[in-house]
């Protein structure tokens, strides 16, 4: 059956066969024409509104809102990584300034990308708020009276009993209740109505929807994130000056951050040692303890995927690396400087780089104040010397070696300019050669010492090697709120999938022959083979509370077991679209 064909049919069972949706009514070509005057700036606005307002609309800035997200997801993002950003800037000049005339390094704060997200949140709660209202009329509201001629519905049965049209009419209701319809008795008919949850769903999923949309909104607005790099033994406090980079959203203060701290205890790290998957990592853990405010000390382990959940924000085990301990002493013995210095891995063995850097403390064999600054190229399992190039080739700690290159001068920390702890400025300073190795880098086993030249002092790889951690602090307020509407948005979309709205009437009324005729019919949102089915087994429930009455013995033996016979079985009758339909009345919309 075609679309007008249906909306024909519904209008000619007037009021029963309408409002099974809540949907908004669509015009007609003959209405659609506009007629008389153009429209004016009022007139504009209304139909601006009402398109906006439509679930059409909606549904199509929801798509447009997924195919923003697309450039997000595979560009890199200023807000996410900005080297990822100048690193894609500089391997790809040409594309460049048209990405960044059309926003796209900055997708989810771009005007184009914010004034979808805003027009699908407008449409959304102008479509919802006038739908929920004349649903809740319609629940407080009653099913409306059986139709003139219930024959015309798509599914029908009927049948003549002895009993009286009181009697069966009770029945019905009492049935029709106790299989969860909204039932009533209106004149010769019972009215039932059943599947409201499916406009409640359809609702609950549109709202859920909105729900996600400013749960999305507050997180992006009052998010925290930043990372923090923690050498075993050493400790962070949730404060802005902890962390070693830091990003916000514009409506988060450093007042919002959740007061509380925690240290490295230790971090444990067992590797696959053979096979195809030797240096995968087995176990992957850091033993922290922790504390909130001014509470006690508690002890927690963190891994990968399984964040600390503390005061509101979580904590996330992201990488892991090597901090050797070193010792630099000056020409006159003096110890200028001894700690762990975290290097940085640049592959999956755990190869590491990273820069050490005596910035006070130091004077050279004349007394004279310089600083010193040593490149530092570390690997946990060296492979031997002549073996080939000096790469880890396993993440433990089988055969530590470290190699060093020694520079004396300024290294530019005083400069004003930014600068990268894990790199060394050179550009002010001057190599020192040393003996052995190379002739300008070492390399030191755990214990050993390489002596610079010209009584400049000497630097110690001591045996202590410590592992850091680098952790990921995240505040998302809108997590929560995101995850419920989500849960609730797939069970809005199962409630208006499966559940189908729906209509049956009974009428009993007592025939020229003094025996009660029942008819009973129902309607559908949709055409569903389950109502038949379902009227069906309505009607052979009643029916054995007013089984079929005997006909007459001049008339055709008929078989009493049958409760759907059609009603040209039971009163020949011209066919329904043959007759003219009958006016409205104020009590049961017949036609």
């Given amino acids: 059956m075609s679309k007008t064909e249906t909306t024909q049919e519904q209008d000619n069972l007037g009021e029963p066969g309408a409002q099974l949706s809540t949907a908004p009514r669509e015009e007609t070509a003959a209405e659609a024409i506009v007629a008389g005057p153009t429209l004016g700036v009022v007139g504009w606005i209304r139909w601006f509104w009402r398109q906006l307002t439509s679930m059409r609309v909606a549904l199509i800035l929801l798509f447009l809102l997924s195919l923003g997200a697309i450039p997000g997801s595979l560009i890199p993002q200023t807000s996410a990584d900005e080297v990822k950003v100048q ?15 059309l926003q796209l390094f900055d997708v989810y704060s771009s005007v184009w990308f914010s004034a979808i997200y ?3 949140f407008v449409s959304l ?3 919802i708020v006038p739908r929920s209202w004349q649903f809740v009329g319609q629940l407080r509201g009653r099913p409306p009276g059986a139709p003139g001629r219930l024959t015309r519905l798509p599914a029908y049965t009927t049948w003549r009993t002895d009993a009286e049209p009181e009697h069966v009419r009770e029945a019905a209701l009492g049935v029709l209740k106790g299989r969860r319809f909204r039932a009533h008795i209106v004149e010769d008919a019972v009215s039932a109505e059943k599947g409201y ?26 998010k925290s994130e930043g990372g923090k790099l923690v050498i075993e033994g050493d400790g962070f406090s949730n404060t802005l000056t902890q962390y070693d980079d830091f990003k916000s959203g514009s409506l988060c203060s450093t007042e919002d951050l959740a007061p509380f701290g925690f240290t490295l205890d230790s971090f444990t790290g067992t590797y696959e040692k053979s096979g195809p998957q030797r240096g995968t990592p087995r176990t992957f853990e850091a033993a922290v303890t922790y504390s909130e405010a001014d509470g006690p000390d508690k002890k927690a382990v963190i891994r990968v995927n399984e964040p600390l959940k503390v005061g509101g924000s979580k904590v996330y085990l992201i990488a892991h690396g090597y901090a050797p301990v070193v010792t630099v002493k000056d020409g006159r013995g003096k110890v200028v400087f001894q700690g762990a210095v ?10 590491s780089t990273g820069a050490i850097k005596v910035m006070d403390g130091y004077r050279d064999k004349n007394g004279k104040k310089e600083q010193l600054g040593f490149k530092a190229f570390f690997v946990p399992t060296f492979a031997g010397v002549g073996k080939g190039n000096m790469f880890s080739q396993f993440p433990a700690l089988d055969f530590p070696v470290m190699a060093l290159t020694g520079y004396r001068g300024d290294l530019r920390v005083n400069s004003g300019l930014p600068q990268n702890v894990y790199q060394l400025d050179t550009s002010k300073m001057k190599q020192f050669k040393v003996e052995g190795g190379t002739g300008k880098a070492n390399r ?3 214990g050993e010492t390489m002596t610079l030249p010209d009584g400049a002092g000497s630097i110690t790889f001591e045996k202590d090697i410590r592992e850091w951690a680098s952790f990921q602090i995240s505040q998302q307020p809108g997590n929560g709120l995101a995850l419920a509407g989500a849960i609730a948005s797939l069970l809005g979309l199962t409630g208006s999938l499966f559940i189908q709205r729906r209509r049956v009437w009974l009428r009993a009324v007592r025939g020229k022959d003094g025996v009660t005729v029942v008819e009973m019919a129902g309607l559908g949102r949709n055409e569903s083979a389950k109502l038949p089915e379902e009227l069906a087994a ?16 001049e008339a055709e033996p008929a078989d009493a077991e049958s409760a759907t016979a059609e009603p040209a079985e039971a009163e020949p009758a ?7 339909a009958e006016p409205e009345t104020a009590e049961g919309a017949e036609k």
């Fill in 118 to 120: 805003i027009l699908l």
């Fill in 444 to 446: 030191l086993l755990p």
């Fill in 574 to 580: 011209e066919p329904a679209e043959a007759e003219p």
């Fill in 538 to 553: 309505l009607a052979v429930t009643i029916h054995a509370q007013a089984p079929t009455a005997p006909e007459p013995a």
């Fill in 87 to 101: 690193t894609f800037q500089k391997a790809h000049p040409t594309l460049t300034p048209i990405y960044e005339k």
């Fill in 342 to 351: 975290p290097l940085l891995p640049f592959d999956s063995n755990v190869t």
């Fill in 197 to 222: 949850l499916r406009e409640a769903g359809n609702l609950l999923f549109h709202i859920a929807l909105i729900v996600m949309l400013v749960a999305f909104a507050w997180g992006q607005l009052f």
């Fill in 125 to 127: 709660i102008g479509c």
